[in-house]
């Protein structure tokens, strides 16, 4: 028997909207964090290698999985 959620949610951005989110941030949250600008670029390039854009995606696994 499997386990699987009821729900799922998809949080899905692109990288200009989570770049400018990450400006956005007050200067007491960012400071002596990896929250600037270069750490994001940086962070979103290797996630976007890791997991490319082929139709693969946590959400289709579980429509294949349970259905809409």
Do not use: C, I, W, Y
């Given at each position: 028997m499997k386990i699987?959620?009821?729900?799922?949610?998809?949080?899905?951005?692109?990288?200009?909207?989570?770049?400018?989110k990450a400006?956005?941030?007050?200067?007491?949250?960012?400071?002596?964090?990896?929250w600037n600008e270069a750490g994001m670029v940086r962070r979103l390039k290797e996630y976007r290698?890791?997991?490319?854009?082929?139709?693969?995606?946590v959400c289709s696994y579980f429509t294949n999985v349970i259905g809409y």
């Open positions: 699987l959620p009821q729900f799922v949610l998809s949080l899905e951005a692109d990288d200009q909207s989570l770049q400018l400006k956005e941030l007050h200067h007491d949250v960012v400071d002596g964090t990896h290698s890791r997991n490319p854009d082929n139709g693969e995606t």
